[in-house]
């Protein structure tokens, strides 16, 4: 089993930065991709970014192109969302997310999850 705790949600002014932390524990050899994903009240979970464990490879959702940025540290089994130029529809509950696979913007895939951090974004 894998364990994902995420740290560094909160409250932030529109146009403000966070930087949320997804920590792995347990058997990490099982996952090989992670996501962040978040919801919204009233709306399905979607897809932000996603980055796989070992070379190269990321993805953004359309929305967040360019004010978000995934990264790893392997060292610490440490996933990282930096967050910048927030706006009031950030507003979420944001998940990590793992699978061992391709990174998918499909929530359905990954095996594992955190229990989500709450980021609110005020106008």
């Known amino acids: 089993q894998v364990q994902l705790v995420e740290s560094g949600g909160g409250l932030v002014q529109a146009g403000g930065s966070l930087r949320l932390s997804c920590a792995a524990s347990?058997?990490?050899?099982?996952?090989?991709?992670m996501g962040w994903f978040r919801q919204a009240p009233g709306k399905e979970r979607e897809f932000v970014a996603g980055?796989?464990?070992?070379?190269?490879?990321?993805y953004y959702a359309d929305s967040v192109k360019g004010r978000f940025t995934i990264s790893r540290d392997n060292a610490k089994n440490t996933v990282y969302l930096q967050m910048n130029s927030l706006k009031p529809e950030d507003t979420a509950v944001y998940y990590c997310?793992?699978?061992?696979?391709?990174?998918?913007?499909?929530?359905?895939?990954?095996?594992?999850w955190g229990q989500g951090t709450q980021v609110t974004v005020s106008s």
């Open positions: 997310a793992g699978r061992y696979g391709a990174i998918n913007i499909e929530a359905r895939p990954y095996d594992y």
């Open positions: 980055i796989r464990l070992s070379g190269s490879t990321l």
């Open positions: 347990g058997r990490t050899s099982s996952i090989n991709a």
